[in-house]
């Protein structure tokens, strides 16, 4: 099995989270290099999506991935197995989301030279996370199809603040009892700019839409 | 449709929690009223499991139920209207976890004198509500399956704080590479003591099992 940097992260000290994020996203504009912080729930299917998506982006642009988990390594070993891109582990230490500086010291282990999109695997919490500017280019969110069409007025603020709405495990839509066009609605009374793509990981449905709009945000970025 | 009372939860003023939740804890004892904490990630099926565990259970004992959530009634006004036991629903106000103190504001609003069970829903997540003691007699949290049977590795603190382990939607168990025994074993690993009852709140499956277990509890506490 392959082995994976893991990186402990410390509490930030930085008083202003806003500015701080604020300035990590101009010094990755300067890099080139674009962050998506990509947020949900625990066991919405994240490292399995993204393993299907870095499979069809990983020979057009050059991707790495830091996994926030509060233990274990599972997660970035998978990657790192699965796509043969630069995966790092980041421990939060029992803290339930990523700040700007936390996510620096994810980004200090990784050759941001070389690279075009680092993927963020933000903490498995549909609350706190949301309430952190990460100093990310883009958020994105996945919402499964068991979890309920009825989480965006749950969670209000996760979906306020993302730009693109995955909804994962269309393939068991059938047994459960989800609507697809009333969780769009929903979707769009919290957030009316959200993309919303519908995917299965496990099929591959809606991977090819996802890893297009990740190149397009990539490609504009760079400009 | 059936209103119910919504308390905006205030953030509490305590600095020392432990100590306040022993003693909301030994004025729980006094009333003769058992409080149990029930944890999950966002749509495991907290209200879903509530309501078929409560209509087993309130020809037998007296219950009332407090819902947390960031936002929204629905969870209430649902309890309300399948079971017909008293329901209130908490805000949180975007916290992401109830301590002694809050869960002491939403008491104050049932009455004690004439209740045995108290179950707290609390807010939707797996990392911060595990950190604060409730006061409550008991935790529990459900599991659901399509979350995946490596939780137990990815949460430790929830885990390890529970009395008991409910494994949700095993009706969907063959669409999902989900085994109970690799399950139960993490489980174990995280806490010893804890038990694990799997169920299906959509076919009744389990069901009994968890309120015999609850109604032995609120039995046991009155002693």
Redesign the interface.
């Known amino acids: 099995m392959d082995e994976v940097k893991i990186i402990e992260i410390k509490k930030s000290v930085f008083a202003d989270n806003e500015k701080d994020a604020d300035a990590l996203r101009q010094e990755l504009k300067g890099w080139g290099v674009f962050l998506l912080n990509l947020m949900s ?3 919405s299917g994240k490292t399995t999506t993204l393993i299907q998506t870095i499979n069809r982006l990983k020979d057009k642009i050059r991707v790495a991935v830091m996994e926030a ?4 390594d ?1 997660d970035a070993i998978r990657i790192k197995e699965a796509t043969g891109v630069p995966a790092i582990q980041l421990h939060t230490g ?1 803290m ?1 989301h990523l700040d700007a500086e936390m996510t620096r010291q994810g980004l200090d282990h990784l050759n941001l030279e070389n690279i075009d999109l680092v993927i963020l695997e933000n ?6 996370p949301a ?1 952190f500017d990460t100093g990310s280019s883009a958020n994105a969110m996945i919402l ?1 199809v ?3 069409d ?2 965006p ?5 996760m979906f306020s603040v993302c730009d693109l709405v995955l909804v994962n ?1 269309t ?2 839509m059938p ?2 009892d989800f609507d697809l066009e009333r969780c769009k609605e929903y979707v769009k009374r919290r957030n009316p700019m959200a993309q919303v793509i519908p995917i299965s990981a496990k099929t591959g449905e809606g991977i090819d839409q996802f890893a297009d709009w990740l190149l397009h945000q990539v490609q504009t970025h760079k400009k």
């Open positions: 729930a625990p066991g988990d509060i233990d274990g599972v029992g339930c903490v498995g919490n549909l609350v706190c309430e499964s068991p979890e309920g009825d989480k007025l749950k969670y209000p603020l495990k393939d068991v047994y459960f």
